[in-house]
């Protein structure tokens, strides 16, 4: 996937705290919880709840909120397709780490278990 200028200035100026609810609002609508949704943010970004509601707090943009994580190693076992893209074919870094999160919540949603949702 090739991002244009205008697509990738778009993502990196979301503001996290504007998706944060709606990808809460999808675990939990699949019987997921809000735990399990930090959990699973925590393996990607390394951020623990209190830095997670700063940043919420802070209204940070994607762009800020993956500046400052520290992305697990494992990331880059996080494939599939997802908004209809090859995340392993995404080839700016900040749009496929703005999917590798899509992805973690869709399996988490789906009922996959945590174990293979964190790569273990």
Not at 29 to 53: C, M, P, S, Y
Not at 65 to 86: D, E, M, W
Request: hydrophobic content about 40%; overall charge positive; glycine content about 4%.
């Amino acid at each position: 996937m090739q991002n244009t200028s205008s697509a990738r200035k778009r993502i990196a100026n979301m503001a996290f705290s504007k998706i944060y609810p709606l990808l809460l609002a999808k675990v939990q609508k699949k019987g997921r919880t809000q735990e399990e949704l930090h959990e699973v943010i925590k393996w990607l970004t390394g951020f623990d709840n209190k830095k997670l509601a700063q940043l919420i707090k802070d209204e940070v943009t994607y762009e800020t909120f993956f500046s400052q994580a520290k992305l697990n190693p494992k990331a880059h076992l996080i494939t599939g397709v997802i908004c209809g893209y090859r995340i392993e074919e995404i080839e700016d870094d900040l749009t496929r780490q703005v999917r590798y999160l899509d992805k973690l919540a869709d399996e988490l949603a789906k009922g996959k278990k945590m174990e293979k949702i964190l790569r273990s």
